[in-house]
């Protein structure tokens, strides 16, 4: 079996330079050779397997540090912090991720149909970012995904079918019943998913709690709770970071000025905008722009 010092040598020789390094379509190396300041962003619905350092990564108030050790799973859309916490030149932070497909999930969960823990509808929704302990089958198949990088002809062919092996792995884990909620078409999971996908796409308009129930086809309480449930924010609160870090976005590559980027993402007031994005960058609007400038290496990755 794959020890995780074979992983770490493999990444570091694919990925040379700080940064991310693509596998393929759906999956990538990152490395970084030193602590990180936090940085501010979206994560994807992804698994995070390290293989040397240590990375946190704050949401919803809670704080999640996966290593070599544990990987890292979320199910949904995430404003959250990432920081690098564990890294040096001479053993750099390194990582692999991989984007999480319902479709591929959902299409294992039919051959997996036999596993009582994966059932449809089997308990509560759960939160939808959390670390597993890596084992070595997982840590096998991802070899084997980043090997591919040597093979780009057998990527084509080869990577779908270790995609599917990782999910597998994950599935028959204590991350399966995390990620069967991620395929299930008419369970709660796809219902919120609904709502982050409009909060998303319509993130500079105002609305109404029932307005977005029924667009997530939910009771408006309903919504609230497994809203909750799942990302630790309210679907106010949620609308907020993106809002701000859309807002944020725009005044780094746009160079708007913090009145302009506010009302751009849907604030009427400037000041709130101002007072709320310093409550979360710590800083306000255009010196945290200067900072960012001079270290865009605090722009989130994984």
Same mark, same amino acid.
Request: aromatic content about 6%; some cysteine.
């Given at each position: 079996?794959?020890?995780?010092?074979?992983?770490?040598?493999?990444?570091?020789?694919?990925?040379?330079?700080?940064?991310?390094?693509?596998?393929?379509?759906?999956?990538?190396?990152?490395?970084?050779?030193?602590?990180?300041?936090?940085?501010?962003?979206?994560?994807?619905?992804?698994?995070?397997?390290?293989?040397?350092?240590?990375?946190?990564?704050?949401?919803?108030?809670?704080?999640?540090?996966?290593?070599?050790?544990?990987?890292?799973?979320?199910?949904?859309?995430?404003?959250?912090?990432?920081?690098?916490?564990?890294?040096?030149?001479?053993?750099?932070?390194?990582?692999?991720?991989?984007?999480?497909?319902?479709?591929?999930?959902?299409?294992?969960?039919?051959?997996?149909?036999?596993?009582?823990?994966?059932?449809?509808?089997?308990?509560?929704?759960?939160?939808?970012?959390?670390?597993?302990?890596?084992?070595?089958?997982?840590?096998?198949?991802?070899?084997?995904?980043?090997?591919?990088?040597?093979?780009?002809?057998?990527?084509?062919?080869?990577?779908?079918?270790?995609?599917?092996?990782?999910? $597998?792995?994950? @599935?028959? !884990?204590?991350?399966?019943? &995390?990620? *069967?909620?991620?395929? %299930? /078409?008419?369970?709660? #999971?796809?219902?919120?998913?609904?709502?982050?996908?409009?909060?998303?796409?319509?993130?500079?308009?105002?609305?109404?709690?029932?307005?977005?129930?029924?667009?997530?086809?939910?009771?408006?309480?309903?919504?609230?709770?497994?809203?909750?449930?799942?990302?630790?924010?309210?679907?106010?609160?949620?609308?907020?970071?993106?809002?701000?870090?859309?807002?944020?976005?725009?005044?780094?590559?746009?160079?708007?000025?913090?009145?302009?980027?506010?009302?751009?993402?849907?604030?009427?007031?400037?000041?709130?905008?101002?007072?709320? $994005?310093?409550? @979360?960058? !710590?800083?306000?609007?255009? &010196?945290? *722009?200067?900072?960012? %400038? /001079?270290?865009?290496? #605090?722009?989130?990755?994984?």
């Amino acid at each position: 079996m794959v020890e995780q010092g074979e992983l770490a040598a493999l990444i570091e020789r694919y990925a040379p330079h700080d940064g991310e390094h693509g596998i393929c379509e759906k999956a990538s190396l990152h490395r970084a050779s030193q602590p990180t300041e936090p940085k501010h962003g979206v994560f994807g619905a992804a698994v995070c397997v390290v293989a040397q350092g240590r990375k946190q990564v704050l949401s919803g108030g809670s704080v999640l540090v996966y290593d070599a050790l544990n990987y890292l799973v979320a199910s949904v859309d995430l404003p959250v912090i990432g920081q690098v916490i564990e890294a040096s030149p001479r053993e750099p932070y390194l990582s692999f991720r991989m984007d999480l497909d319902p479709a591929v999930i959902g299409d294992l969960l039919l051959q997996l149909g036999g596993e009582p823990a994966l059932a449809q509808d089997a308990g509560p929704l759960i939160g939808a970012m959390a670390v597993s302990q890596v084992n070595p089958p997982l840590l096998d198949a991802v070899m084997r995904m980043v090997r591919l990088i040597d093979t780009p002809r057998d990527a084509a062919v080869l990577a779908p079918l270790i995609e599917r092996e990782i999910l $597998y792995r994950m @599935l028959l !884990g204590d991350q399966g019943p &995390r990620l *069967a909620q991620i395929a %299930r /078409a008419d369970g709660r #999971m796809r219902q919120v998913k609904r709502a982050i996908g409009w909060i998303t796409r319509h993130f500079n308009q105002p609305f109404s709690i029932e307005a977005l129930a029924a667009e997530a086809r939910m009771s408006p309480s309903a919504l609230h709770r497994h809203f909750k449930a799942v990302t630790a924010l309210s679907p106010l609160q949620y609308q907020k970071q993106i809002r701000l870090q859309e807002a944020r976005k725009l005044i780094l590559a746009q160079r708007l000025d913090a009145s302009s980027a506010g009302h751009a993402v849907g604030y009427d007031s400037a000041s709130q905008f101002s007072r709320e $994005y310093a409550r @979360l960058f !710590g800083a306000p609007p255009l &010196r945290d *722009a200067a900072r960012l %400038r /001079a270290r865009p290496d #605090m722009l989130l990755d994984t």
